[in-house]
């Protein structure tokens, strides 16, 4: 009875392990993937959630699967990482070792916007900084040959795929110029375009370090789309 037992136990260590061993090599293939395809700075950190792995293996259907990616460029656009979570993922076990292709039911991400992007649009003379963790813009806007001293807050909005970045409580000194002329001239728009994953983004946020877009997504591929950027 003890053999038997302990041989129970040395069969349990073997699936624990055999588990853990294709897990990792799941989650390293759907991490070289995701880089392929979205040519990050750094590979992304990918987690298969559910446990055994092995269970979920066989099926070819995983619960929730996330993925963290390091800088990005999409169609010009800096992104500083995405953390993306991806629900009811289809993918047979040969596939996702073999033949990259993968694809989540729905997908909810975070894509962090850092304010260089923003920086690089506005006009010379003015610079976007953070203070108590909100981004303000200041300086000297140059208008008909005046360089006029400006400060106040910055907003950030999104309507399906433009960002638009509007200055607030502007205080404007010299009187070359009023509030509502400079704000004019310091609003502006851009177009995020494809975003990875066929993001729709949803909501944005500034915060201290960037600015924060959410979107989702459904019946996406998570990897097998083909090279993007």
Partial sequence: MRKFIV??????LVVVAADRLLLYAAQSEVAKQVDAQYQTASEPEVVIGGFPFLTQAFSGEYSEIQVVTGALTVQDIQLERIDATA????????????EPKATASTLDAKVMLP??????RMP?????????GTPRISGDLAVLGYSVP???ELKVSVDGDTVTVTPGKLKVDGGQIGAEQAQERLK???PLGELPFDLQVK?????????????TAKDVPLIGAGPQG
Avoid at 7 to 12: A, D, K, P, T
Avoid at 87 to 98: H, N, Q, Y
Avoid at 115 to 120: A, D, R
């Fill in 203 to 215: 909501d944005i946020e500034a915060l201290p370090n960037g600015v924060q877009l959410s979107g």
């Fill in 115 to 120: 304010y260089s992007e923003l920086q690089k």
């Fill in 7 to 12: 041989f129970l136990i040395l069969l349990l």
């Fill in 150 to 152: 400006i400060e106040g």
């Fill in 188 to 190: 502006f728009s851009f």
């Fill in 124 to 132: 010379e003379g003015i610079v976007i900084e953070t203070e108590n």
């Fill in 87 to 98: 629900r009811g993922v289809k993918a047979p076990l040969g596939d996702l070792l073999t």
